[in-house]
């Protein structure tokens, strides 16, 4: 329980035995600590929070050949050093994944405002079972990692249809 950093540095790991399929790390603001929010440096602080993600990723990668994905931050609407530090870390994740290969980010934030922000989170869930999604939520993360999950599993399937006879369009070739 919360202790995905220390996997992922630990080569013995119960994370590295054998080869998974995929590993998803998804981290919330939230659980990085107060450090995270420290508004007397909020740059410094999400700038070592950056470092720290991009050392994990480091380490995976050394240890595993698996895709990682990664699930960005959620940017709080309201100003301050925790959006800031947000935005800043988002940033960095997104260079890790053009980067690093076989590393994938999902959008987390894209996806929290192309399906409401206001009905996103449920704070009765995150008291009573630690999950800050509201119900409703869930499906809609699901199908966004099934997105990066399905054409790394192998399942996509690409097709070419055209058009040579003058069906759709006007010419024969």
Known sequence: FNTYAQDMLDPTSELYRGQSDGVLLAVLARDLGPAFTDARAPVETAAATAATLGDLVAAFRA???????????????????????A?????????????????????????????GVDGWNDERNWTTSRMPLANA?????????????????????????????????????
């Open 87 to 115: 935005v800043l870390v988002n940033a960095r994740l997104a260079e890790l994944s053009r980067a690093v290969p076989a590393v994938h980010l999902l959008d987390y934030q894209a996806l929290i405002e192309r399906h």
């Open 63 to 85: 240890h595993s050949r698996s895709p990682l994905l990664i699930q960005g931050l959620e940017v709080p609407a309201a100003g301050g050093a925790e959006r800031s530090g």
């Open 137 to 173: 939520s869930l499906i809609h993360l699901a199908q966004a990692w099934l997105r990066f999950v399905v054409p790394i599993a192998g399942h996509s399937c690409k097709a070419l249809v055209t058009d040579l006879d003058n069906t759709l369009w006007g010419g024969v070739i």
